[in-house]
């Protein structure tokens, strides 16, 4: 640093580090604070990002979570199947009970309608019972043509209405607006192929 010597007042050379005479040493120059402004800023980028990445996670577990209380809920209902016939018997508590399977047959007492006579039943029926809506659903077929069967129906359905359609017919009937019966006939196709192939569902609310 250059100047003069503060004990002897000798002259300094700018590099001297102690006065050259006296031998005294030379005071450093104070250190220069650095601008507040010059210090990098912190990034909050990184904080938000742990952030949403904790909360997808809380999310993700609570869906898994969910989705493992429903499976465990339906595998808790009571139901039965039988292996032989592919019937199968589910049992709600305290809603009711469906019974369904590719063997499975409708009690006809249930349909709501008379089963046309020598119709065979084709399997794969449904019946519901439960607490809001009972019902069955049962297809038959039966050598006799089309119009033999609508003719049937409508004469032994009360109340029956009919609405011709291309190929056939579909009567509704019912004892009262929520005990409803339809009956669908139309010409068999595929296996059933020269046949009537007649479709009876009925639906009651309680």
């Avoid at 032994?156 to 017919?169: D, L, P, R, S, Y």
């Avoid at 669908?184 to 009651?204: C, D, H």
């Amino acid at each position: 640093m250059a100047g003069t010597c503060a004990q002897c007042g000798a002259a300094l050379a700018p590099t001297s580090e102690s006065c050259t005479s006296c031998g005294a040493p030379l005071a450093a120059a104070p250190a220069q604070p650095v601008p507040q402004s010059a210090q990098p800023a912190k990034s909050s980028g990184g904080v938000a990002k742990i952030i949403l990445v904790a909360a997808i996670a809380v999310v993700i577990g609570i869906l898994a979570a969910g989705k493992l209380g429903f499976a465990g809920w339906r595998a808790s209902q009571p139901g039965t199947a039988n292996a032989k016939t592919n019937d199968a018997l589910f049992s709600i508590p305290g809603i009711g009970s469906i019974a369904t399977g590719s063997d499975a047959t409708a009690d006809p007492s249930q349909l709501g309608a008379p089963v046309y006579p020598g119709a065979v039943q084709d399997k794969g029926a449904v019946s519901v019972g439960l607490s809001a809506v009972a019902g069955a659903e049962a297809h038959f077929t039966t050598s006799d043509p089309v119009s033999q069967v609508v003719s049937f129906y409508t004469s032994n359905v009360t109340g029956a209405i009919v609405a011709a359609t291309a190929n056939g017919a579909v009567i509704n009937a019912g004892p009262t607006a929520k005990d409803r019966v339809t009956v669908t006939i139309t010409p068999g196709s595929g296996s059933n192929a020269g046949k009537t192939e007649i479709v009876i569902v009925r639906t009651a609310k309680s």
